[in-house]
């Protein structure tokens, strides 16, 4: 969909000239601001108070350098990243990522998409992100330990409590979030919640490793009941084996449906009797292994090298929960084709936009990432109010919290797209519902 406002359409020009060979931002900025044009064009207010033009840049980006000693005694350098993207509605807030992949406009992309799922939350959280291009796989706990605080000596002097607080992404999970919380203690010399995804023992809050996949679950039931259906009794893909993937499979499985793949960059499963999660967990969580090492125990199932053939197995509803752009057109159309009824994004932003045209053309209800997604940043937000007031909720405390907002974030995203004429259209009932809070608290503060 082409933009035809003619103020978005300058806009787009000059993000693109700005932020050249950033692909994925200017993918995710084009996506949200096709989203916004019926936005734009009733609130001229919000051109004219700027809040477009200073939504699209950065209040602050931070590229360090992060030297560490590997196990030979060889100095090794990779390159971190914070970008504080926004802070109309609170302290900067959002994931580090650490995967070989990792370059500016990832966590550029990751940042602005970070924005509006955060006020869909309904909590006081602004938008960032960061990373570095640092590969755990293979390494020692020793040198992971070592990556993670020179990463953290640095960017812990930008950090803090109410300033900004970073959480795990990919190549970031509770082994990581340890060795750097450790060592900003010791660095800030107090004792804060400066991060999430913390342990349960040091101020983590219960329920935060499970809430991404479980809310997307949460989500993804909201948006069957509103089309007449449901989980129950029906087939699902699940992309990826990490943290999301794991607590996606087991939430759908514990909400009646089957999940019969999963998979890692090099290749996935295929368990027609439904994927064991416990040799899941075991193999990843614990024993840091392939994905194809399940066919070993369940010789049942079938291993396929490559990642995208998982889209083409035939499924109702398909949880892409490994990485962006991972679903294509033509792994969309395969989806289609296969009777595929709803595609629910865990990862950010894995469908590409010729993908999600697919979606809309063959009806294939589409719950996208800022929304879907949500649930961890969602624990997150309640890691920091428990931290601030020294307290713990249960589990069933902190899970009925996220199921109660995951349902909130969906008839938000509902609502809005009602009332913008886009009945159905979710990714811009997102858009529109996280930009709307954000735009009111950006015109409000003046022109900061
Ligand atoms: P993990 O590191 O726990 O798992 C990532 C999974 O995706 C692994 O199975 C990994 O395989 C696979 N993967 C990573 N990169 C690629 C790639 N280029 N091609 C194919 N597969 C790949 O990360 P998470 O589960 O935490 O994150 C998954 C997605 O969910 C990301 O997009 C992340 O941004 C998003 N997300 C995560 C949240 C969280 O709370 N953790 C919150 C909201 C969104 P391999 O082991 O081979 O690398």
Redesign the pocket.
Known sequence: MALKNEYLKGLLERVKQRNRAEDEFIQAVTEVLESLEPVAEKRPDYIESGVFERLVEPERVIIFRVPWMDDKGVTQVNRGFRVQYNSAIGPYKG?C?F?P?VYLGIIKF?GFEQIFKNSLTTLPMGGGKGGADFDP?GKSDAEVMRFCQSFITELGRHIGGNLDVP???????AREIGYMFGQYKRIANEFVGVLT?KGIPYGGSLARTE??GYGLCYFTEEMLKANGSSFKGKTVVV???????VYATKKATELGAKVIAL????GYIYDPEGVDLELVRQL?EVERK??KEYVTSRPRATYTEG?SGIWTLKCDIALP????N?IDKASAEALAKNGCIAVAE???M?STPEAIEVYFKNKILYGP?KAA?????TVSGLEMSQNSMRYGWSFEEVDGKLQDIMKQIFAACDKAAKEYGLEGNYMAGANIAGFLKVAEAMKAQGCV
């Open positions: 994931g990522r995967h992949s990751l796989k959480a795990g992404d990919i190549g970031v999970g995804g809430a991404t992309s990826g084996s990490g943290n999301v993937a998979s890692d960059s090099n990843k392939r994905i990642c929960s490994a990485t962006q991972e865990g990862a950010n894995p990432a997604n949500a649930g961890g940043v």
